[in-house]
């Protein structure tokens, strides 16, 4: 190991997880909150700090999939050949738990969630580390996640022992979970590896995810959501409908496709990158500029119906979910 400033800090982190703390990290997704995964009174601070009910189970991070045997049992096919196309990457695998992994990570499941991360600082992290991290998404919870160091203080401030910066994440929203636990493979999650792309791996079709599948709490209820009340608006009306809020008096923020804005007092408007890629990489850092601008409500331009925009899509739903409850 080279001593310069990030391995030093590396190592600084590495001693805060062996004592049980709590280290955010970068991935490409968005940020973790990491704690020892063998470790269930870490895993348990992690919860505390998130506000986050305990039987919403985490993602255990290893450094490679020769780790997946030492966390999951009855591993299939299916798996391993997700692993060798997608990691490391933003991938996560829902397999059968190894008798050791505490119900503290799976909130009590029979199964446990897998992903090797690309991040060169998650790698050298967990390297370092050498065992298993759990790493929920570096945000209080239900809000929208954390894609920079900067966002991770702003949610944790001292409550967490340390954030390791990265930088801004390259993929922008979470990874896609796939559980490989049941008779067939089902996505349980979308995220920038689309349905397609498992398909194209598996070569075969995914199933629904249906009542005997794993339970994925994140996925039922309202999360991601900025404070604001966020309304999905069609392409057609944005410009209607943003004109006749401002004539009430109403303040807007406005995340739109389209650059040309109106020219309104009392409206904030960001032109978002018109590809999904480029669309959920700046996502999170766009709904917290929104959520800051101090308006009464943000409106956001309803993705295409289309496989590449279904993790895009799916994210903004859960964000717009249970929005008029909390005007
Ligand atoms: O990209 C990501 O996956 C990020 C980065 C940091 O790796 N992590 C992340 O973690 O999004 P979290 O905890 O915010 O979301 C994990 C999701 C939750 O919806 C949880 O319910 C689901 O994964 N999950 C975890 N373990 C599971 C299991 N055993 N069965 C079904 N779902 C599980
Ligand atoms: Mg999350």
Redesign the pocket.
Request: hydrophobic share 30%; aromatic share 2%; net charge positive.
């Given at each position: 190991m080279h001593f310069n400033i990030a391995n030093l800090h590396i190592a600084r982190a590495v001693d805060a997880l062996r004592s049980g703390g709590l280290v955010a990290f970068p991935?490409e997704?968005?940020?973790?909150l990491g704690a020892d995964a063998s470790n269930a009174e870490a895993v348990k601070k992690v919860f505390a700090a998130k506000g986050r009910p305990s039987d919403?189970?985490?993602?255990v991070?290893i450094a490679s999939a020769a780790q997946m045997a030492h966390w999951a049992r009855d591993i299939p096919p299916a798996a391993h050949a997700l692993a060798r196309k997608f990691w490391p990457g933003?991938l996560?695998l829902?397999l059968k738990?190894a008798a050791h992994v505490s119900d503290a990570v799976?909130?009590g499941?029979d199964?446990?969630?897998l992903?090797v991360?690309a991040h060169p600082l998650a790698q050298a992290l967990l390297t370092a580390f050498g065992g298993g991290l759990v790493?929920?998404?570096?945000n209080r919870f239900g809000h929208v996640?954390a894609t920079t160091a900067g966002h991770v203080r702003t949610e944790f401030g001292d409550a967490i022992d340390d954030v390791i910066d990265g930088g801004a994440c390259e993929v922008g929203?979470?990874?896609t979970?796939v559980?490989v636990s049941g008779a067939a493979p089902a996505l349980?999650?979308p995220?920038q590896i689309t349905a397609a792309a498992i398909e194209a791996a598996l070569g075969a079709p995914l199933a629904a995810p249906n009542a005997r599948s794993?339970?994925?709490?994140?996925?039922l209820e309202k999360h991601y959501a900025p404070r604001t009340p966020l309304m999905l608006v069609e392409t057609d009306v944005i410009d209607e409908l943003t004109r006749s809020f401002v004539r009430q008096g109403q303040r807007v923020a406005v995340l739109a496709r389209d650059a040309r804005q109106p020219l309104l007092a009392n409206l904030t408007w960001i032109a978002a990158p018109g590809t999904p890629d480029g669309f959920a990489h700046d996502l999170y850092a766009n709904l917290r500029q929104l959520d800051a601008a101090g308006c009464d409500v943000i409106v956001v331009e309803e993705p295409p119906f289309t496989i590449e925009w279904a993790a895009v899509r799916d994210r903004l739903a859960r964000a717009a979910a249970g929005a008029r409850h909390t005007a």
């Open positions: 991935t997704t968005v940020y973790g919403h189970p985490l993602i991070h933003p996560t829902i738990r799976t909130g499941q199964t446990v969630a992903r991360p790493g929920p998404s570096a996640s929203i979470e990874s979970i559980d349980l999650r995220g794993p339970r994925a709490p994140g996925m």
